[in-house]
């Protein structure tokens, strides 16, 4: 089955850039989408086709795309960006799936 | 407000059956395909199944395929998961999600309700 494989953990400093890559072969032909999910919480969309960011998501989040890997950027990262960050695209069949997770820890 | 609740959920032999609901409400509810998503307990997401607007359409993850199913009644504005043969590693949170047809993606997602299947 298609696996979409993330870092397990990332850890950055507060104000510093957060990158979490996301690789999957069939990411040059499906969009990819990012979520974030705190401690008991539901997840939120932060990122979707690739690169746009939903209203009301900071402009600190942002995505892009090359080949087969995506990857989510956090700029200037604050405490409360701490989570944990999904992504997730589709197969041909329309089938989705997540991403492995990556935990992402602020210092 | 769009909300999305999960109910149904509980304590679960191996091979038994469970139902879960999502009642939605704040939104047209026939206009949108839904998803269930489950979470192990400190583990990952993952993808269970999906539905379109008006249920003609269903595609399941092969993990639970032949065992789920996904179905919605529009008149009561609720989504449901059948879910038989339960095994121990189908012990999850389960959470049902809004796709929004201009993120292409889940937008709104419940609180999630867990799911344990064990003697």
């Known amino acids: 089955s298609y696996e979409l494989t993330q870092p397990p953990s990332v850890s950055v400093s507060p104000g510093q850039t957060a990158r979490i890559t996301c690789s999957g072969d069939?990411?040059?032909?499906?969009?990819a989408y990012w979520y974030q999910q705190k401690p008991g919480q539901a997840p939120v969309l932060v990122i979707y086709k690739d690169s746009e960011r939903p209203s009301g998501i900071p402009e600190r989040f942002s995505g892009s795309s090359s080949g087969t890997t995506v990857t989510l950027t956090i700029s200037g990262v604050q405490a409360e960006d701490e989570a944990d960050y999904y992504c997730q695209s589709a197969d041909s069949s329309g089938t989705y799936v997540f991403g492995t997770g990556t935990k992402v820890t602020v210092l | 407000e769009v909300q999305l609740v999960e109910s149904g959920g509980g304590l679960v032999q191996p091979g038994g059956s469970l139902r879960l609901s999502c009642a939605a409400s704040g939104f047209t509810f026939s206009s949108y395909w839904m998803h269930w998503v489950r979470q192990a307990p400190g583990k990952g997401l993952v993808w269970v199944s999906r539905i379109n607007s008006d249920g003609s359409s269903t595609t399941y993850a092969d993990s639970v395929k032949g065992r789920f199913t996904i179905s919605r009644d529009n008149a009561k504005n609720t989504l449901y998961l059948q879910m038989n043969s339960l095994r121990a590693e189908d012990t999850a949170v389960y959470y049902c999600?809004?796709?929004?047809?201009?993120?292409?993606?889940?937008?709104?997602w419940g609180q999630g309700i867990l799911v344990t299947v064990s003697s």
């Open positions: 069939a990411l040059p032909k499906q969009f």
């Open positions: 999600a809004r796709r929004n047809d201009i993120l292409t993606a889940p937008d709104y």
